[in-house]
């Protein structure tokens, strides 16, 4: 639930430097907010690290940061965790971010044709599976089931990776499935199976993991279809250019492929 | 003075970003797709709805906060008023927690009525009367301390019954306070989205109010964003506007 509170209390700002930020409308605004920020950056270079990362990356991009901050003593990481749409708009608009770790290729462009980030790499892929709650009240047991009319499905919203690959999936299925409600994100789409407000859900693999014992996965074949590729990148006006090559090098490195698979991603 | 007009350009100034950068070009267009038009519809229907719920429901509990003597009163004064802090997500959570198909009386709902309140319009309804309620029952409050006791008693002693001095002396007396308590109530159901969007989700013509669709539109194409923005702007200030004239001239 903290996850998603701060979420909030991000966006409301962000929303708001969004349209004042706008309103100047010049293809370098970003950089004066980069550059308002220099004395704030240039004492923390050595000491701060902001990344953006995927909702669904929130688990595992913890357990790295720890992992960050034990190898480089006085480093303190900072996540910033959420749909990769909202935070690829939010580094398009100046925030500032060192690293954006995304869950779809798509919100990477929006970052990369704004110039603010190259070559990203793509460090794992992640795999849609149903979730139903613990004791599957609609007797869910594959795809086609969600297609009933007395099934309640959550699906997250088409403008965001979970959701645009739900729709692959389904179409490779050639199902109609009609939502009872379409999610911001992914966790908050889980969120509505844990507490048994839906009969099933369509998320990643590793948001199944994640919630231990609170839901239960259903694998179905479909899922290969619609596999989503995550790209990385530092970002090039990053206050801290140095540590955002280190950490991208921690996430692509073994010892970050072995946390992410653990988690359920597939190595890419 | 100085304070006075930094303050107005602090409120003023991100409107005037919006009109800035608005896509004037494709408005039109943009303006006459169904999903906007049926976000507003859905917006105005349960904004109005909610405020009805809490006129119904919150003037007699702030009749009942402001004359009637009960032990632990500032208690529940204070109770009422916590929607105001409670983050709107935390209490669309609570919600879910007490209506939702597995909460404490929404289970009894759905294995009787075979009915649940989440992922519906009464959802929304319900959502933005919960964060808008105390608006209604402090203004309204307010105008009952106000309001002089005394034309209440006088009244009575010249043979009204209860009914007739609370609707001749009482409603008069607190209309204006009702009436601001009201549009309040309207304002903060009609932006209301951190509650909404958890506790009745997002479902286009269903649930999606004006403030989802702009955060939804908000992570694709920011200039859809602005636009439905403008638009929920421009109602909500010929509303506002129109209803300040017809109430307070006629008062």
Redesign the interface.
Known sequence: ?LR??TR?AV?APV??A???G??A?GSDEPGTTASASPAASSAASSSALTVFAAASLTETFTELGKTFEAANPGVKVTFNFG?S??LA?QITQGAPADVFAAASPATMKTVTDASMAAAPTTFVRNKLEIAVPPDNPAKVDELKDLADAKV?V?LC?E??PCGAAAIKALDAAGLKVT??????DVK?TLT?VE????DAALVYKTDVLSAGGKVTGIDFPEADKAINDYPIAPLSKAPAPDLAKKFVDLVLSQQGKDVLVKAGFEAA | MLLAVLGMAFLV??L???L??APWSTMPERLAEPQVLEALRLSLVTATIATAVCLVLGVPLAWLLARVSFPGRRLVRALVTIPLVL?P??GG?AL??VL???GLIGQWLESAFGF?L??TTAGVVVAEAFVAMPFLVISVEGALRAADLRYEEAAATLGASRWVVFRRVTMPLIAPGIVAGAVLCWARALGEF?AT??F?????GR??TMPLAV??????E?DAA?VLSLLLLLVSVAILAGLRDRWVTSA
């Open positions: 639930m998603r509170l909030w966006a929303a708001l969004l349209v004042s706008l309103s409308c749909s749409a909202t708009q309640k959550a919203a403008q965001v939502p009872v409600t379409l999610e911001q908050a509505k507490l048994g407000e839906v | 100034l991100p005037a970003g919006l800035v950068r983050p997500v935390v959570v879910l927690l939702g198909r597995r649940s989440p992922f951190g969007i958890t009745a989700g997002n479902f286009p649930t999606q955060y939804l539109a908000l992570e694709t920011p602005i």
